[in-house]
């Protein structure tokens, strides 16, 4: 192994061409480049320079090694420039792992506004629960955890981490059209004692949620499908007539035979991004504001939407009294 700052010296007298210019490029005395480039010969196990007049000059091996001296050095320079900008600017390679419901509705647009914000940003992006996902951020395997909070179920965040708040969310009760408490709300689930339910597949805090919050309003709930994915659940609903929970920000378009209601009480949840304190790079903060911003204006379209339904129905409803 050939130390760097004997190649330095090496280096410096190839392009020097003297002790005495390669000791006024590195500021050292020509006595220290002396010592350094006779240390390297020693670990090289060549004669690397011989005399030349007053001066010295490169052996075979000297210049087979100052090549390789520039390369190496050249390299160092660019993984330092590199790590540098890493510290200070939005570049390199950021991974995130993130719950399926913000893969599907938050990950795309937000992936898009990095992209055109900051061309040279590499985004590796996979869905996992955040019992996936937050171990593989301590490890070091991801930079980025997109995670949910049910209520009286937060997800798991160990220490050494930090986590911003993304979005909040409201969790809908979706019943079959002709169920008798099918309408716009609110419905008190303690009511829905009558249907079975569609729950999260696997053992996920969601599921666990579900069964919690229905047993904490007096209900026993008879759970005869577990699936992942909340668009299944819809279809569920429509198809079998079971009732299901789910969260707007995660609702695709609804399929014809289904009903949502706001709950009583509201159910919520809410989204944050977690990473390694330690490891908040510029990146990690450009994607954190990203994803708060890709939210905040879902949330806005949303309320601008349910405005505008909420004024048209208010004008038939006007039109239908004169």
């Given at each position: 192994m050939f130390a760097l700052d004997r190649l330095r010296a090496l280096h410096a007298l190839a392009t020097h061409r003297s002790v005495a210019g390669a000791a006024v490029a590195l500021h050292l005395t020509p006595s220290a480049v002396s010592q350094q480039l006779a240390k390297l010969e020693r670990e090289a196990g060549a004669a690397l320079t011989e005399p030349a007049g007053r001066g010295v000059r490169?052996?075979?091996?000297?210049?087979?090694?100052?090549?390789?001296?520039?390369?190496?050095?050249?390299?160092?320079?660019?993984?330092?420039?590199?790590?540098?900008?890493?510290?200070?600017?939005?570049?390199?390679?950021?991974?995130?792992?993130?719950i399926p419901t913000s893969v599907h509705a938050l990950a795309p647009p937000t992936l898009a506004r990095l992209r055109a914000a900051h061309p040279d940003l590499r985004v590796a992006l996979a869905d996992g629960e955040a019992e996936e996902t937050?171990?593989?951020?301590?490890?070091?395997?991801?930079?980025?955890?997109?995670?949910?909070?049910?209520?009286?179920?937060?997800?798991?965040?160990?220490?050494?981490?930090?986590?911003?708040?993304?979005?909040?969310?409201?969790?809908?009760?979706?019943?079959?059209?002709?169920?008798?408490?099918?309408?716009?709300?609110?419905?008190?689930?303690?009511?829905?004692?009558?249907?079975?339910?569609?729950?999260?597949?696997?053992?996920?805090?969601?599921?666990?949620?579900?069964?919690?919050?229905?047993?904490?309003?007096?209900?026993?709930?008879?759970?005869?499908?577990?699936?992942?994915?909340?668009?299944?659940?819809?279809?569920?609903?429509?198809?079998?007539?079971?009732?299901?929970?789910?969260?707007?920000?995660?609702?695709?378009?609804?399929?014809?035979?289904?009903?949502?209601?706001?709950?009583?009480?509201?159910?919520?949840?809410?989204?944050?991004?977690?990473?390694?304190?330690?490891r908040g790079t510029p990146a990690v903060h450009a994607a954190v504001a990203a994803f708060t911003a890709v939210a905040a204006e879902r949330d806005a379209a949303r309320e601008a939407a349910q405005a505008s339904q909420a004024s048209g129905a208010s004008t038939t409803s006007a039109s239908k009294q004169v």
């Open positions: 490169l052996t075979p091996a000297g210049r087979v090694l100052a090549e390789h001296a520039a390369d190496i050095l050249a390299r160092v320079a660019a993984a330092r420039l590199d790590l540098d900008r890493l510290r200070d600017e939005v570049v390199g390679e950021l991974r995130i792992g993130a937050l171990p593989a951020v301590l490890a070091g395997d991801l930079d980025l955890a997109v995670v949910e909070n049910w209520e009286g179920l937060p997800a798991p965040v160990p220490a050494g981490t930090s986590r911003a708040r993304l979005c909040e969310d409201v969790i809908d009760l979706v019943l079959p059209a002709g169920h008798r408490l099918a309408g716009p709300g609110p419905v008190a689930l303690g009511e829905v004692d009558d249907l079975d339910w569609v729950a999260d597949g696997g053992d996920t805090r969601a599921q666990a949620w579900l069964l919690q919050t229905l047993r904490s309003l007096g209900l026993e709930p008879r759970v005869t499908c577990r699936v992942r994915g909340f668009g299944m659940h819809l279809e569920l609903v429509a198809g079998v007539g079971v009732a299901a929970l789910v969260p707007r920000l995660a609702r695709p378009p609804l399929p014809a035979g289904v009903a949502v209601a706001i709950t009583e009480p509201v159910l919520r949840r809410s989204i944050d991004a977690v990473w390694r304190t330690d």
